[in-house]
């Protein structure tokens, strides 16, 4: 057990799960106290001493049932060989339909593994089998699984309510089995070829650290889940800083009166409150191609926190700018930025981005409106299809604003290749910065703003 | 029994906070069970209303010790966390002195009756074993977060006039957190993390039929799935437990066995508080679908 334990600590530890030294004796004083014969338990007993946040918990799980899930390298490994595959996945299928309806987890998995064993298998290569979660779905035709599974438990005269619910559980059902399906072909490579392979590709990066620009639609799916909670995160975080540092010298007037009833002796002090600089926040984004989602994000985040600010005005531009402040106003911050795309009046000619253009219009439309408390936010990749820069626009908005930074989702070996203008941009602003990331973005958000 | 041995297994702490009225599903028991063992504190997570605050006071309540609860918000420092002289009756004391001499006066004033304990120095030197419950934890600032780690690891305060006090006994230490800013490495590496989700669905049903009794089971399942279906949502404010109860018993209150679309409609606003939320919800569920 300690061996696989320290070689499961250590897969953990190159994923990026900080496990300390205490932490893993404390998850060996915790086995002794449960009884390992069960799977569960020990899962909950590791989870609790090593895992302590939730975002790290999926990798965890992954990376417990590679190495110490059920039966690795021993029995379980030998697989039913099937005569004939084709009747073997309708026999599954129609047990599929059936669990579906009951809703038994547990049924679910055993049903998984069987399902691998009969159908996942593929003999390819030299060096051990290999198992394809493809090839498994594709043998049950899962995709028609669930109409067959609504068709199955509809009764006439059910209310359409109940009938949304009971396809809404059933799709979730089949997701799980889908999954179910992954981790077991996994395990069982991981049987064959070692966890450490499979560990190797298998683990995801957590959503904060996700790149903008090279993040599949799934994993923008999970940007998308993680920014609420990371926005009202940041938002405490941003607050708490905030108020710590406004607290201004000694108020005597309120401490002398409060002496009083301590008979003149001060043991209260009272301090004064100094007013924090909020500023007037004024956001461009280029919303073309890929840079948007980086955008999208950025934007979201900013309105999360605009009770932060005086003020946060939002333009969005293509090759010309339009302003969308008025989309935030009534909305939430996340269904705004999906309209913005839509609603916003951001191509002139051809819907490549023009930041010259977009500057200039900026700047003669607000440029009255900017003063010694705006702060501009830029945030796009510099890349201007070889067009003017028309960077004197951009020193005149520095000239007027306090602070302009500009946010740029390329990494710093890209500025300046191509048609990208960053460094005729970056001498004109505060600060240019590459941001890649969810967390790169919270932390320049949380420090320099 | 020795105090660190209070359960004999997981499935007796489910048993028991079920007699409280707790229902804990095997994977939160399996943790009770092992920050017992352990003597180690737990740090609960989760979203807001899973119950983390309840976890505590079943836990007290099973074990028929006392609860001592440490509310946490900003602005919490030691002198509200664990101990502080009182100096007004310090400064009676001086005020009141008649020849002594000052160093019998000093010792006079840092001594027990001017010391006025808070709940943590309060929970170290109780003599009868208790449960600690310190909640919402990420309320508190760094400064007083740093405070609590010599009591965590240790169970011991240091008081510079007094010298160290160290437990009688480990209290049983339960944190709550709703991740509103992420806890520093050093408090989570001293506890157990537990994290609460919304309950299954079965679990859900459970709690919904122990605690609204009156209502039938149809009803309860078809609340809980809706309820369920709800959280999917990319939400303000997920409905949680307590307002899963406060749905069924409006709907028991309005005489409602079955739910359809218009009692959905009618009722959502007990589930949901944000207009956009509620919108999202009806658009999700097609209540609309009717009359336009």
């Known amino acids: 057990m300690l061996p696989r334990l320290l070689e499961f600590e250590r897969a953990m530890r190159s994923a990026g799960i900080p496990v300390s030294v205490s932490e893993s004796i404390d998850a060996l004083k915790a086995l002794e106290h449960i009884p390992l014969e069960s799977k569960d338990s020990v899962r909950s007993a590791l989870a609790t001493t090593m895992v302590k946040s939730q975002s790290h918990r999926p990798t965890f799980d992954l990376l417990f049932d590679l190495y110490l899930g059920a039966g690795r390298g021993s029995v379980t490994s030998i697989t039913d060989e099937v005569e004939d595959p084709e009747a073997a996945g309708q026999d599954l299928m129609d047990e599929l339909v059936d669990t579906l309806a009951t809703g038994d987890d547990a049924a679910l998995a055993a049903l998984a593994r069987r399902a691998v064993s009969a159908l996942g298998r593929v003999r390819s290569s030299p060096t051990g089998d290999w198992f394809s979660q493809y090839q498994v779905l594709q043998g049950m035709e899962l995709n028609i699984a669930l109409g067959r599974a609504l068709r199955r438990t509809g009764v006439e005269g059910d209310a359409p309510l109940e009938d949304r619910l009971r396809r809404e559980e059933f799709e979730a059902r089949l997701e799980r089995f889908r999954e179910m399906v992954l981790m077991e072909t996994r395990r069982r490579v991981a049987e064959t070829r070692g966890a450490e392979a499979v560990a190797r590709y298998a683990v995801r990066p957590r959503p904060e650290d996700l790149d903008f620009l090279s993040a599949t639609s799934n994993e923008i799916k999970e940007l998308r889940r993680a920014i609420r909670p990371l926005a009202r995160k940041l938002a405490s975080r941003v607050a708490m800083k905030r108020r710590r540092s406004n607290r201004g010298g000694l108020d005597m007037r309120r401490t002398v009166r409060r002496s009083l009833s301590t008979g003149g002796v001060p043991f209260d002090t009272a301090f004064r409150h100094r007013a924090p600089h909020r500023p007037e926040l004024f956001v461009l984004c280029d919303i073309s191609g890929s840079v948007s989602r980086f955008a999208r994000f950025a934007l979201m985040l900013v309105h999360a926190l605009s009770a932060q600010f005086t003020k946060v005005r939002s333009f969005a531009f293509i090759d010309t700018l339009d302003e969308v402040t008025r989309l935030f106003e009534h909305e939430d911050f996340v269904t705004a930025v999906d309209r913005m795309n839509s609603e916003a009046n951001v191509t002139w000619l051809d819907g490549h981005s023009d930041y010259g253009t977009s500057i200039e219009k900026f700047l003669k439309n607000h440029g009255k409106d900017l003063g010694p408390r705006s702060t501009v936010l830029i945030l796009g990749d510099a890349r201007n299809n070889y067009r003017a820069t028309k960077d004197h626009a951009l020193q005149e908005i520095a000239r007027r604003a306090r602070h302009v930074y500009w946010l740029n989702p390329e990494p710093v070996a890209d500025w300046d290749t191509g048609d990208s203008a960053a460094s005729e941009y970056a001498v004109h602003v505060d600060k240019m910065v590459e941001i890649r990331n969810l967390r790169g973005l919270e932390d320049f958000i949380a420090y320099e703003l | ?292």
Request: glycine share 4%; proline share 4%; aromatic share 6%.
């Open chain 2, 1 to 292: 029994m020795k105090p660190s041995h209070r359960f004999s297994g997981a499935e007796e702490v489910t048993r028991r906070l079920a007699e409280t009225g707790y229902l804990a599903g095997i994977g939160i028991a399996t943790v009770v069970h092992i920050a017992d063992r352990l003597q180690k504190p737990l740090l609960v997570e989760g979203p807001a209303g899973v119950g983390k605050t309840e976890l505590a006071k079943a836990i007290a309540s099973t074990l028929g010790i006392e609860l001592i609860r440490l509310q946490c918000y900003e602005g919490v420092d030691e002198t509200k966390t664990l101990y502080e002289w009182n100096y007004k009756k310090q400064l009676l004391r001086i005020q009141a002195q008649g020849d002594e001499s000052w160093d019998a006066i000093e010792e006079d004033i840092f001594s027990e009756p001017f010391l006025l304990e808070r709940p943590v120095l309060k929970a170290l030197r109780s003599t009868e074993p208790v449960v600690l419950l310190i909640d919402e934890v990420d309320k508190l600032d760094i400064e007083a977060e740093a405070l609590l780690l010599e009591v965590l690891s240790d169970w011991q305060v240091s008081i510079p006039e007094m010298g160290t006090v160290v437990a009688k006994q480990p209290p049983f230490v339960v944190l709550t957190s709703n991740n509103d800013r992420e806890l520093s490495e050093a408090l989570k590496r001293r506890c157990l993390y537990l994290y609460m989700d919304y309950p299954d669905a079965e679990r859900e049903k459970a709690i919904v039929l122990k605690r609204v009794p009156e209502i039938t089971e149809t009803l309860a399942e078809q609340v809980v799935r809706l309820v369920r279906s709800i959280r999917e949502l990319d939400l303000k404010k997920s409905p949680s437990i307590s307002e899963t109860l406060d749905w069924s018993r409006t709907l028991l209150a309005l005489n409602i066995d079955t739910l359809d679309d218009d009692t959905v409609r009618q009722t959502l606003p007990v589930l949901l508080k944000f207009q956009t939320d509620l919108e999202r919800a009806a658009g999700h569920l097609r209540l609309n679908a009717k009359d336009n």
